[in-house]
């Protein structure tokens, strides 16, 4: 059975920074490429960064340069440090898993977490 289980969410001001896991389970980690995705209230979800087993990495426009995708896959964990945030990057975040290679379509995820809630202050 497949678990993927996000931590690190939580309130701060705008220009703090946060740094999400994604704890993966049941799979074999280092095979899969790792999606962060997020959904603000009212809103779908939004791809916001992607790392494939390899390494190569990619991200939103709105998130570049201020965010950070890594993963261990000694740990079958992927970490989303996030720097610089602002009001806007509130939402739900979703870490998710696939094979192959990197989709932005939260419909070319196989598996995904329950979410941790981000909550940035003005």
């Known amino acids: 059975q497949v678990q993927l289980v996000e931590s690190g969410g939580g309130l701060v001001q705008a220009g703090d920074s946060l740094r999400l896991s994604c704890a993966a389970s049941?799979?074999?980690?280092?095979?899969?490429?790792m999606g962060w995705f997020r959904q603000a209230p009212g809103k779908e979800h939004e791809f916001v960064a992607a790392?494939?087993?390899?390494?190569?990495?990619y991200y939103a426009d709105s998130v570049k340069g201020r965010f950070t995708i890594s993963r261990d896959n000694a740990k079958s964990t992927v970490y989303l440090q996030m720097n610089s945030l602002k009001p806007e990057d509130t939402a739900v975040y979703y870490c998710?898993?696939?094979?192959?290679?990197?989709?932005?379509?939260?419909?070319?995820?196989?598996?995904w977490g329950q979410g941790t809630q981000v909550t940035v202050s003005s």
């Open positions: 998710a898993a696939k094979l192959f290679a990197i989709e932005f379509m939260e419909e070319k995820y196989d598996y």
């Open positions: 790392i494939r087993w390899s390494g190569n990495t």
């Open positions: 049941g799979l074999t980690f280092s095979t899969y490429t």
